[in-house]
């Protein structure tokens, strides 16, 4: 069974930083692409970044391309977000999940809250 529990969450303010984790259970984690969603109060949920298996290539949405930075450890079979200058329009809760290309395999966990003060 797949899990992947998402953490790291909290409140920042605009133009600190902040890591998001996913742990990931229940699968092979090193064959499959990851990515990270959002979804704003309001919203839709919308993509934020993926990475492929092998951690080579990073794909980013044009809101976040050059603040925000994807990694994952298959050794730990935990994927990240780093969140460097964050903005408020960032706001939002933040789900991992496994993907092909941008979109998502399974369904959402709970995620993981980020605030971002101004």
């Known amino acids: 069974q797949v899990q992947l529990a998402e953490s790291g969450g909290g409140l920042v303010q605009a133009g600190g930083s902040l890591r998001l984790s996913c742990a990931a259970s229940g699968f092979t984690f090193s064959s499959y692409g990851m990515g990270w969603f959002r979804q704003a109060p309001g919203k839709e949920r919308e993509f934020v970044a993926s990475?492929?298996?092998?951690?080579?290539?990073?794909t980013y949405a044009d809101s976040v391309k050059g603040r925000f930075t994807i990694s994952r450890d298959n050794d730990k079979k935990t994927m990240y977000l780093q969140m460097n200058s964050p903005k408020p329009e960032d706001t939002a809760v933040y789900y991992c999940?496994?993907?092909?290309?941008?979109?998502?395999?399974?369904?959402w966990g709970q995620g993981t809250l980020v605030t971002v003060s101004s």
């Open positions: 990475i492929t298996w092998s951690g080579i290539t990073t």
């Open positions: 999940n496994r993907v092909v290309g941008r979109r998502a395999l399974d369904a």
